[in-house]
């Protein structure tokens, strides 16, 4: 009998056709919010817990905490339910109310603080007083190797080795360094492409660090290119995504294909996956498709 852990992973991998007009150049959509937990953060949240138990770092009566800007709390309240395990979760306050109410409906208990900074400081203080075992998705070598042992693999599958680039969005940079990891290694020509946010702009999930900040994890050689995506074109493709492609995603989502498609105008022919990290509905209540 399969257990809810074993539907993370092997996700759908769709062709946007109606967005672009280059024929000898295919963009594919990777749709993470088919997970269980609802994003692409399933696969770190459990790659961490479980590695974690099997290390015995942590055991059933370890309290955990961990900040984030919202999907990786779902998919860690969610799978320490499942392993029975408490968790203190540590958002931004300006989280929207659906990623604060499905954390405390898995159980969890949800700190809310001024910035994500905030948040990531809170958590180390508890995590150095030795009162919570803080996961850090930062710093964990388990949030890229999820990538490197699922995702990486099952685009290199789906596509059949015809990649050619790999567009994701970086915040945490687990998704895209996990990914670099397998796909060079496959084929070392593979282009990793990462997007940042414009110096103003706000996209949940894609992150412009401060240095003081900038995840442990994130290793620059293994990003080829680096590309800018403005709040506006974010929201924008976001709800064309929905409207045009039928493919309901949230602002991450729609700044990583803005990226893929500005890409996809530079190139005579070749094979782009991109990563649709969640679902749309973790967003109705903000203004992102109104």
């Not at 609802?38 to 055991?59: C, F, H, T, W, Y």
């Not at 150095?128 to 075992?133: I, K």
């Not at 050689?221 to 074109?233: C, P």
């Amino acid at each position: 009998m399969a257990s809810l852990l074993d539907f993370i992973g092997n996700t759908p991998l769709v062709e946007i056709t109606r967005l672009h007009n280059n024929p000898k150049v295919k963009i594919f959509g990777k749709l993470e919010g088919h997970n269980p937990g609802g994003s692409v953060k399933d696969r770190p949240a459990l790659n961490m817990i479980r590695s974690a138990l099997e290390r015995g770092d942590i055991q059933s009566n370890t309290s955990l905490i961990e900040a984030t800007s919202g999907n990786t709390g779902i998919a860690l309240a969610m799978i320490a339910r499942l392993y029975d395990l408490t968790i203190e979760l540590v958002m931004p306050q300006n989280s929207t109310r659906e990623r604060v109410l499905t954390m405390e409906a898995f159980g969890a208990k949800v700190t809310l603080l001024e910035s994500i900074e905030a948040c990531r400081d809170y958590a180390q203080n508890k995590a150095d007083a030795g009162t919570h075992y803080q996961l850090n998705q930062f710093a964990n070598p388990d949030n890229y190797l999820a990538h490197y042992k699922g995702t990486g693999p099952e685009i290199w599958r789906d596509t059949n080795g015809t990649i050619t680039h790999f567009v994701s969005s970086m915040g945490t940079t687990g998704t895209i360094m996990g990914n670099s990891l397998y796909l060079k290694e496959q084929n070392p020509n593979i282009q990793i492409v990462g997007c940042q946010p414009t110096e103003g702009s706000s996209i949940p999930g894609i992150r412009r660090w401060p240095t003081e900040y900038l995840p442990k994890i994130f290793d620059p050689s293994r990003v080829d290119r680096t590309m800018d995506v403005a709040e506006a074109d974010a929201v924008a493709m976001t709800r064309q995504l929905a409207r045009v492609e039928g493919i309901f995603g949230g602002m991450s989502s729609g700044g990583c294909v803005s990226a893929a498609l500005k890409l996809a105008s530079e190139l005579e022919s070749g094979v782009i996956v991109c990563i649709i990290c969640d679902r749309g509905d973790r967003y109705l209540s903000s203004e992102l498709f109104g």
